[in-house]
T-cell receptor, first 114, second 114 residues
Framework: ELKVEQNPLFLSMQEGKNYTIYCNYS?????LYWYRQDPGKSLESLFV?????AVKQEGRLMASLDTKARLSTLHITAAVHDLSATYFC??????????????FGTGTLLAVQP | NAGVTQTPKFQVLKTGQSMTLQCAQD?????MSWYRQDPGMGLRLIHY???????DQGEVPNGYNVSRSTTEDFPLRLLSAAPSQTSVYFC?????????????FGPGTRLTVL
């Protein structure tokens, strides 16, 4: 059974600092996704990582995937208050055929303090 | 485009009552999914559909039924509500299979079962 773990679960950081959120998963998969959720809102797709070594960047966020280590990282550079949100990773289990299955991590609540 | 819409936004039920959560998308997406979000547990997949007339179970299908008679609509039915079904429910759609296309989420339905 595929399990997805994120750490930390809660991250309080100061504006201007750098930090990394980690997403580990338990079985083979080469497809991983990052989402952002603002308080009381829905989820927004951030990154789609589809192969080992994939790296995607958008503004102050950069995501990478190491399928051999079963690890993805979401790196935050020079944090700003607008990045405060909950960040989820989700993994596509290795199942044959057309499915829409995703297993989500528990989320990392990021609070950027001025 | 309205994107993914969900109704109602809020609902309170008594144990044993039945109801249907509505989800519709106007993007002609083949794939649709229902998730529930509980505190500290991330999102969990309830049911999904890969096209009209085709549905399958996710991680937590018990107590829920779905059908997909049209491409646009994917209702979620609770036949006999239980307090354990108190949660926030999100519907999502994507044009192609996960990994080939962005997944778009609806605004959510907050359900309380007393």
């Amino acid at each position: 059974e595929l399990k997805v773990e994120q750490n930390p679960l809660f991250l309080s950081m100061q504006e201007g600092k750098n930090y990394t959120i980690y997403c580990n998963y338990s079985t083979t998969s080469d497809r991983l996704y990052w989402y952002r959720q603002d308080p009381g809102k829905s989820l927004e797709s951030l990154f789609v990582l589809l192969s080992n070594g994939a790296v995607k960047q958008e503004g102050r966020l950069m995501a990478s995937l190491d399928t051999k280590a079963r690890l993805s990282t979401l790196h935050i550079t020079a944090a700003v208050h607008d990045l405060s949100a909950t960040y989820f990773c989700a993994v596509d289990p290795p199942i044959r055929g057309a499915t829409n299955k995703l297993i989500f991590g528990t989320g990392t609540l990021l609070a950027v303090q001025p | 485009n309205a994107g993914v819409t969900q109704t109602p936004k809020f609902q309170v039920l008594k144990t044993g009552q039945s109801m249907t959560l509505q989800c519709a998308q106007d993007m002609n997406h083949e794939y649709m999914s229902w998730y529930r979000q509980d505190p500290g547990m991330g999102l969990r997949l309830i049911h999904y559909s890969v096209g009209a007339g085709i549905t399958d179970q996710g991680e937590v299908p018990n107590g829920y039924n779905v059908s997909r008679s049209t491409t646009e609509d994917f209702p979620l039915r609770l036949l006999s509500a239980a307090p354990s079904q108190t949660s926030v429910y999100f519907c999502a759609s994507n044009r192609g299979a996960i990994g080939t296309d962005t997944q778009y989420f609806g605004p959510g339905t907050r359900l309380t079962v007393l």
